[in-house]
């Protein structure tokens, strides 16, 4: 069979760098006046729909139950646990901070290697890296009263949950059975996913208390970014973690911080202190030790 070509590849890494990285500023202008869960859902339903649409159009094998199985897993794990909470977290943590904290997911999956049965010890480099990431991370979170609280800590605890979940995913999805089709795996992978952030967002009463005069255009704007581009982004990834190597599609992890901080202090008025940039070039250049192996 014919690999993909090196224009395929080059165009998805560059949605997974550019793209992405642009989306955590969308995502903070839209949760300014748009409920987060709401926001992600209908975000990853609209997503998952047209997906699923391209597919049939092209033809895709129907799915099977097993095949709804496990797209709904990595969904949850993928669009609800990393997306919905980054999208949650994102109304009290900055963009460009949001964007750094999510870089930690290869930091989770070289750590999920390592510790399961028979699992891979990293090398040297990377268990420095790993020490690194985390002090940098820990240092940005600043959990004593010591200097100044640039993060919200909670909020920022829970953007590393959500990059757990998120490096879970990814790791399942490598060889959990899926559609033939890549376009009608990702679209039931956002589909399932959006269907569980809209459930959240009823039961969190999201739905009940929006008052749409109240949403800005500006708002509006950011929820149709991401909603576009952020899902092609977001399959472009799906994609390359089989069309090139997870090493290499986690390479946008020291790319989209840099990106997401650079348009949060251009364009939201977002602070970037010293210390916040050289808390921020400690964990890209740990990051980028952890991906390199």
């Known amino acids: 069979m014919q690999g993909p070509s090196r224009t395929a590849?080059?165009?998805?890494?560059?949605?997974i760098y550019l793209i992405w990285g642009s989306t955590y500023l969308a995502i903070r202008l839209g949760v300014a006046?748009?409920?987060?869960?709401l926001m992600a859902g209908v975000r990853f339903l609209v997503a998952g729909l047209a997906f699923m649409a391209w597919a049939k159009y092209r033809r895709a094998t129907r799915p099977t139950a097993r095949d709804w199985l496990t797209t709904g897993i990595i969904g949850v794990l993928m669009a609800t646990g990393g997306n919905g909470l980054v999208t949650w977290a994102m109304q009290t943590v900055q963009s460009g901070l949001a964007a750094l904290l999510v870089s930690m997911v290869p930091f989770w999956v070289v750590m999920v290697d390592w510790l399961k049965p028979?699992?891979?010890r990293p090398a040297t480099r990377v268990v420095?890296?790993?020490v690194l990431g985390f002090t940098g991370v820990a240092l940005l979170i600043n959990p004593t009263d010591v200097g100044v609280r640039e993060i919200d800590a909670f909020g920022a605890l829970t953007i590393v949950l959500a990059s757990m979940?998120?490096?879970?995913g990814s790791i399942y999805s490598r060889h959990a059975p899926q559609p033939t089709s890549q376009a009608l795996s990702s679209g039931m992978q956002m589909f399932g996913g959006g269907v569980v952030l809209l459930g959240?967002?009823?039961a969190t009463g999201e739905v009940a208390q929006l008052d749409w005069a109240s949403v800005s255009n500006t708002a509006l704007a950011g929820w149709v970014y991401v909603t576009v581009l952020g899902s092609v982004a977001y399959g472009s990834y799906l994609w390359l973690l089989k069309a090139s190597t997870p090493t290499k599609a986690a390479t946008y992890a020291y790319v989209n911080p840099v990106i997401a901080l650079i348009l949060g202090y251009l364009v939201a008025d977002e602070s970037l202190s010293p210390r916040t940039i050289g808390c921020s070039a400690l964990v890209v250049l740990a990051v980028l030790m952890v991906v390199s192996d």
């Open 165 to 168: 979940l998120w490096a879970s």
């Open 33 to 37: 006046t748009i409920p987060p869960f």
């Open 128 to 130: 420095v890296g790993l």
């Open 9 to 15: 590849i080059v165009a998805a890494f560059a949605a």
């Open 200 to 202: 959240l967002s009823a």
């Open 118 to 120: 028979q699992g891979r």
